[in-house]
């Protein structure tokens, strides 16, 4: 938690560089918000909240309707950066 | 000033880190406002670049969730948007056509004769009907037999006449063959206007008349209808006679190689290909769909035009509002790297489209897509169709996201 917070400090001082962002992340938004609905909103998630929810998709661990199909997408690594854009540069606006 | 920042570009692009750019805005414009052109002009401006958005309408009707308006579920009102936050988020908003590109130059002229230039163009103007492809269809023959395949007074048309059918009537709807808007969206449809007749005229058939053999979700479909629907619905595929080859919309007459249907409701889906200013700026090819970069989304046929949402083509990417909005915003981050001097990362795409069967039921196809050979091609292994023989809580469940998924996309790219 430590470490993300450094990492958050910089980028909020300068516009968001959301051209930055890891392969996928920017795609999540288009059902999950800033404001939860009939879905969550991952603003929030900590970071690896995320990842741990996206690695027990992927492995099946934890049932799904549809998630579980969008996570086997992912590698652990790009899940991982994903997470941490997610709650740093990429929140919901 | 697109001269000096060309120089520019030429001479450092370090020098054009994101200060620089703060400093000197380079100047994007984005051809239409729907879910992927509206996406595209908020995430560039987000980045520092100065974006002219230049839409005619001044309220955008979403397709997605159309299909329930005819069943009587919604209201077209739900479906309606307007520009006033994108405006407000700092957008300029040309409230015009784009009527002529010219590439070389980099300039967009729009109805009223007004000229922009840019340092780069998005285009994203969905759709046009082709009417070409289907003869005895054109904008007249739409007033008798409506394709609704663009919301809005079609979207109208077509539940009045649902409404005014007598009980026992026939609705028949014709689908083109691939690739097309929305691919899910003539099964939704039928099943939706299914859902009306049973519910209001359960004495009355429903004909899916079309040019393909096989269809988006169709084990999926078809064991839902027969499941709810019981015998209502008919599907005729091509290898059985079902592809269209002429209307004859003053008598509502589909025309097929193995003879003639007539409705009492007709709604013809017809052939498409990418919005016409596509063709106009040369971005088409033979098919009539834009090729792009699966990176940048720049136009294999025109430099320094990015073409998204359902006008361009190139792998397994479905024409969705979902993969719009996915698209706009992988396209605004390689713009604004290329405007920058950098190198556009891979992008990673997602494609999530819920189909309504009936108002508790959605079923649901979902794909990742990521640059391989020229093309965005499906990441083996992710991706597919929800669960065969699911209990009614799982269906359930999926139209409660369904519904969850409007929110948050129509809030994203309009709120
Ligand atoms: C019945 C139906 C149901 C659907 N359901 C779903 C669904 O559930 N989920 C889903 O993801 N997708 C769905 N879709 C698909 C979705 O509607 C499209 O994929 C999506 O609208 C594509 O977005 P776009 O921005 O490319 O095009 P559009 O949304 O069509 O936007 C194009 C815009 O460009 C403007 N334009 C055109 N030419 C010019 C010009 N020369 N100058 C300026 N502006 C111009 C137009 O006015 C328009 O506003 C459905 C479609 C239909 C027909």
């Not at chain 2, 023959?141 to 609704?148: D, E, G, I, V």
């Not at chain 2, 099964?187 to 393909?212: C, G, M, V």
């Not at chain 2, 024409?319 to 706009?328: G, I």
Request: charged residues 15%; aromatic residues 8%; contains cysteine.
């Amino acid at each position: 938690m430590a470490l993300l917070f450094c990492l958050a400090g910089p980028a909020s001082a300068a516009p968001p560089d959301v051209s930055k962002a890891p392969a996928g992340a920017s795609a999540c938004l288009g059902c999950h918000g800033a404001s939860e609905t009939e879905l969550p909103s991952l603003n929030k998630l900590s970071a690896s909240e995320i990842e741990s929810a996206m690695d027990a998709f992927r492995s099946g661990a934890r049932e799904a309707t549809l998630m579980n199909r969008i996570a086997k997408g992912f590698t652990p690594d790009e899940t991982r950066a994903l997470a941490q854009w997610l709650v740093t540069q990429g929140r919901a606006p | 000033m697109s001269l000096t920042r060309r120089t520019l570009l030429a001479t450092s692009a370090a020098a054009l880190a994101a200060p620089a750019l703060a400093q000197a805005p380079a100047k994007v414009v984005v051809i239409g406002g729907g879910f992927a052109g509206a996406t595209a002009a908020r995430f560039l401006q987000r980045e520092g670049v100065s974006v002219t958005l230049v839409e005619p309408n001044a309220q955008y009707i979403s397709c997605p969730f159309s299909n329930a308006v005819l069943a009587g579920l919604r209201d077209l009102s739900q479906q309606t948007f307007t520009y006033k936050a994108i405006a407000a988020q700092g957008i300029t908003i040309a409230q015009q056509a784009a009527t002529q590109i010219d590439a070389q130059a980099r300039r967009v002229t729009l109805t009223d004769g007004t000229v922009l230039t840019y340092d780069r163009l998005v285009m994203a103007p969905g759709i046009d009907l082709n009417f070409a492809g289907l003869p005895g269809y054109d904008e007249a023959a739409s007033t008798l037999m409506p394709h609704a395949w663009k919301a809005g007074p079609q979207t109208t048309l077509l539940r009045q006449q649902l409404e005014a059918m007598p009980d026992g009537g026939a609705v028949i709807i014709s689908a083109p063959a691939n690739p097309f808007r929305c691919p899910p969206g003539p099964y939704e449809r039928a099943s939706l206007i299914a859902w009306y007749l049973k519910t209001n005229k359960p004495k009355s058939k429903l004909l899916i008349l079309d040019a393909k053999d096989a269809f988006s979700k169709q084990s999926l479909f078809t064991a839902a209808w027969k499941e709810i629907y019981g015998d209502m619905i008919e599907w005729i595929g091509l290898s059985g006679g079902g592809k269209v080859t002429e209307v004859k919309a003053r008598e509502n007459i589909f025309v097929t190689e193995f003879g003639e249907h007539k409705a009492d409701v007709g709604n013809v889906i017809p052939p498409q290909r990418a919005g016409r200013i596509a063709t106009i700026a040369g971005a088409t090819d033979q098919t009539g769909w834009c090729p792009i970069d699966p990176v940048t989304f720049e136009a294999k046929l025109v430099p320094n035009i990015h073409v998204i949402g359902d006008a361009a083509v190139g792998g397994g990417m479905p024409k969705s509002a979902f993969a719009a909005n996915a698209q706009a915003k992988a396209c605004a981050y390689a713009v604004s790297a290329l405007l920058r001097g950098d190198n556009p990362a891979e992008p990673k795409l997602i494609n999530t489209c819920y189909s309504l069967v009936k108002p508790d039921y959605a079923i649901s196809v979902a794909g990742v897509y990521a640059p391989a050979k020229g093309l965005l091609a499906d990441v083996q292994g992710a991706g597919g169709v929800s669960v065969a023989n699911a209990p009614a809580s799982v269906r359930a469940a999926e139209a409660h996201y369904a519904d969850g998924w409007f929110k948050t996309i129509t809030q994203e790219v309009f709120g």
